[in-house]
């Protein structure tokens, strides 16, 4: 088992506590920047490395009352702003997971939703979608192309309102120490499931 987790930046994810908590698996780190920078990179390095697994760990607003501050979710279905869908969080993932993580769709975006009527516009597009992110769609969609197992994990960090910026920062050491342990379980819950 290969398994790469792609994070956006290290301030989101102790990747040292990670690695030491799961010294006995071939896990890579990959930053992929906000928003993913690089699309065709990630892609041609997952296929060059064969990785068995992608994780996407990372930090989301909030767009929907099903969620709410610090829930750790596992999107089920993953959206671009432009319309398309791509549905692959396979069972290998979901099976024995945490009964109080949530599963949602969630929605790419191209920059933070920071106003009331940004977030009303999202939610009459995308009923089931409960969180927003910049990065998962693009890396759901290379794993698909790629038939490579693929989940995103997920924390609720802020509203999706004109307070964003400062919830989030606000509230960034505490996201950072639950998406770690939730990160953690996700993976060891993976081992166990294979």
């Not at 993580?101 to 009459?124: A, L, N």
């Not at 192309?145 to 509230?171: E, G, M, Q």
Request: aromatic letters at 8%; glycine letters at 4%.
């Amino acid at each position: 088992m290969k398994i790469l987790i792609c994070i956006a930046g290290e301030r989101e994810i102790n990747i040292n506590i990670v690695k030491n908590q799961l010294k006995d698996i071939y896990l890579k780190i990959k930053y992929t920047g906000i928003g993913v920078k690089d699309k065709e990179s990630l892609k041609h390095f997952i296929k060059k490395e064969k990785f068995s697994h992608v994780i996407n760990a990372g930090t989301a607003g909030i767009v929907s009352d099903k969620v709410n501050l610090f829930d750790i979710i596992l999107p089920s279905v993953f959206y671009s702003f432009k319309d398309d869908k791509v549905i692959c969080c396979d069972s290998i993932f979901t099976k024995n997971i945490n009964k109080n993580w949530k599963r949602v769709g969630i929605i790419t975006v191209d920059k933070p939703i920071t106003s009331i009527h940004q977030k009303s516009e999202i939610q009459k597009k995308y009923i089931d979608a409960g969180i927003v992110d910049m990065e998962s769609y693009y890396i759901s969609k290379i794993c698909n192309d790629l038939n490579i197992h693929f989940i995103s994990i997920k924390v609720a960090t802020d509203y999706c309102n004109t307070d964003t910026t400062r919830i989030f920062y606000k509230n960034l050491s505490r996201i950072k120490e639950i998406l770690t342990s939730a990160t953690i379980e996700l993976i060891k819950n993976l081992i166990k499931n294979e």
